[in-house]
Nanobody, 123 residues
Framework: QVQLVESGGGLVQAGGSLRLSCAAT????????VAWFRQAPGKEREFVAS????????DYSDSVKDRFTISRENAKYTAYLQMNDLKVEDTAVYYC????????????????WGQGTQVTVSS
């Protein structure tokens, strides 16, 4: 299984931007879809965005569409989440996850998870 490490979280004011990175530290020869999920205090983990192995299929939750951009560089075994126009309600721990499927977006399809990175948006 792929092992993942997130980075790039931090504290930012509302309206600001952050870019999260998700690096695969233990890799496989097979391709894998990547997704970002987030969990706010007292809430269930929710889907944010997903990208297929080739990058040809991308999905976003309605709450982040037009503000967040998911991308990947397979040569660097790294995926990214560019977050613009951040809102207080975006505050959460953000997790990246990898699926054995080449295309996936359902949480149940993701079997490798990073440790999470905290994103805090202040008003």
């Amino acid at each position: 299984q792929v092992q993942l490490v997130e980075s790039g979280g931090g504290l930012v004011q509302a309206g600001g931007s952050l870019r999260l990175s998700c690096a695969a530290t233990r890799r496989t020869k097979s391709g894998y879809a990547v997704a970002w999920f987030r969990q706010a205090p007292g809430k269930e983990r929710e889907f944010v965005a997903s990208i297929s192995w080739t990058g040809g299929t991308i999905d976003y939750s309605d709450s982040v569409k037009d503000r967040f951009t998911i991308s990947r560089e397979n040569a660097k075994y790294t995926a990214y989440l560019q977050m613009n126009d951040l809102k207080v309600e975006d505050t959460a721990v953000y997790y990246c996850a990898a699926s054995n499927r080449l295309i996936a977006s359902a949480e149940v399809d993701f079997t490798s998870w990073g440790q999470g990175t905290q994103v805090t948006v202040s008003s």
